[in-house]
């Protein structure tokens, strides 16, 4: 359990779901992480992240962080190297929904989601690369950037318009990013997860969306927050030396069939 081992990690939106999951193999794996969310407190319930990576024996700290304002990200990138000297993987996971079709959403609901979901990225790349740059290559690169995407950045998100839109664009802003800054040693990948149990509770598992997702996924279950975590922790580790610019889709099969 190594593979990132001396690595410093920032995952947003870590204290719940898919971001405590790979906050926490990440800390298994010997990285020091630092979790980035505007709240300690757990969606699905339990012990918030840090708390239970100390008990696991392995490292983590907590920074407060509205992921969407220019200063709190700024603030978050500084503390990461301040405390621990470089920042070797990003991983943008922090995200919400509108839920909301076209005709029903609201200029504010769609700002929010983007600010969130797009602008957030953009911030938090922007400084991330800007430190990363003048970091030494450690490894085989001089940092990582892993963007949490969705299925739903490919094909329409049903009843969700902002949030799908919003997608696009990170799957989008990967490949910028890895096409501009390869060459200086910055890796940039994404994950796309399909359908995700997290143990969130509301729209996520109203029975006709869980009815939608298991009829398009050919797998005979739907995801586990570890299945995305197992994907992230390969695209942050040396295992994808040569993967830049990928959109690595855990889902099941659902855009395949
Ligand atoms: N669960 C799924 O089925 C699924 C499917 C496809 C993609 N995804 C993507 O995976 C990622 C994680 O999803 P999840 O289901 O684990 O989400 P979740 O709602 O369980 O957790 C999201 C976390 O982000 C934090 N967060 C929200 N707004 C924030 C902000 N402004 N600043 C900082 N933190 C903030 C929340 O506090 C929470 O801890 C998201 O990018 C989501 O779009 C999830």
Redesign the pocket.
């Known amino acids: 359990m190594t593979r990132l081992r001396g690595k410093v990690a920032i995952v947003?939106?870590?204290?719940?779901?898919?971001?405590r999951a790979i906050a926490r193999l990440f800390a298994a794996e010997g990285a020091q992480v630092i979790v980035?969310?505007?709240?300690e407190d757990v969606?699905?319930g339990g012990e918030p992240t840090c708390r239970l990576i100390a008990d696991e024996g392995n490292f983590a700290t907590f920074v407060a962080?509205?992921?969407?304002v220019a200063a709190q990200v700024e603030q978050l990138i500084e503390t990461a190297v301040t405390a621990y000297g470089r920042l070797d993987i990003l991983v943008n996971?922090?995200?919400?929904h509108g839920g909301k079709p076209l005709l029903e959403t609201d200029e504010p609901s769609w700002n929010r989601v983007m600010d969130?979901?797009l602008k957030?990225p953009f911030l938090r790349a922007r400084a991330a690369v800007r430190q990363m740059l003048r970091q030494e290559v450690n490894g085989d690169a001089r940092g990582r950037i892993v963007n949490?995407?969705?299925?739903?950045g490919m094909i329409s998100a049903p009843e969700d318009f902002a949030?799908g839109v919003s997608?696009a664009g990170l799957v989008y802003m990967t490949r910028q990013i890895a096409a501009d800054y390869g060459r200086q040693h910055i890796v940039c990948n994404a994950v796309?997860?399909?359908?995700?149990l997290?143990g969130?509770t509301g729209r996520?598992v109203e029975p006709r969306w869980l009815a939608y997702s298991e009829a398009r996924t050919p797998a005979p279950r739907l995801?586990t927050?570890i299945d995305?975590a197992r994907a992230a922790l390969f695209l942050a580790s040396e295992d994808a030396s040569f993967v830049n610019g990928h959109n690595l889709l855990v889902d099941g099969g659902w855009m395949a069939a």
Do not use: F, L, M, R
């Open positions: 947003t939106g870590a204290s719940s779901g898919i971001g980035a969310d505007v709240t969606v699905e962080c509205d992921v969407a996971n922090a995200a919400i969130v979901n957030g949490v995407t969705s299925q739903h949030y997608k796309a997860p399909g359908k995700i997290t969130k996520a995801g927050p995305v």
